[in-house]
């Protein structure tokens, strides 16, 4: 959908998304425009933590267009968007994530089903990827450190693991 509210019709290919890069290595994929630096608050001791700097709201992701225009795009159709990122292919090809994570955004406002990050964790489920999803509702600053099922610690205690359950595995 695109800021009018008309639904556009696009491939993955109409995205724009770069990959973010640290020490030299593959650490996610960003789709917003510009080069900013991002910060990667979530790691894990069993395995990579892929991070995903999207803007979001509580039930939505906003990703732009090659052509320049804003659209807003639903769990499952981020979770496609993410899943053939050549970013993530490319790190997912011989490893195992520990988590997907979605730093900076509101997709974890909404810890139900209806939330973004719950709906986008599903679709990456669909996809045969079925990993936590780590978000916040926005306003935690810091981070945390993700087991299989919780964050070990999250200034304000605001941060989310997302599981295929109907809601966060922990808060």
Do not use: N, W
């Not at 810890?111 to 045969?128: I, K, P, V, W």
């Not at 919780?150 to 966060?168: K, M, N, T």
């Amino acid at each position: 959908m695109d800021a009018s509210g008309q639904v556009r019709s696009f491939r993955r290919r109409d995205v724009t998304a770069q990959p973010l890069i640290v020490d030299g290595r593959v650490a996610g994929v960003s789709f917003r425009p510009g080069d900013r630096p991002v910060a990667l608050p979530v790691t894990a001791d069993h395995g990579p933590v892929f991070h995903v700097d999207v803007d979001a709201t509580a039930d939505r992701f906003g990703v732009r267009l090659a052509d320049g225009t804003p659209v807003s795009v639903d769990g499952p159709t981020f979770a496609k968007l993410v899943a053939k990122s050549s970013p993530f292919r490319s790190l997912t090809k011989h490893t195992e994530l520990a988590a997907v994570a979605l730093p900076g955004s509101r997709a974890g406002a909404l810890t139900h089903a209806d939330g973004a990050a719950h709906s986008f964790q599903r679709g990456l489920a669909e996809l045969g990827r079925d990993v936590p999803v780590v978000a916040a509702d926005g306003r935690t600053v810091g981070g945390c450190s993700v087991t299989r099922t919780r964050c070990l610690y999250g200034r304000a205690g605001l941060v989310h693991v997302f599981g295929a359950g109907e809601a966060a595995v922990s808060r």
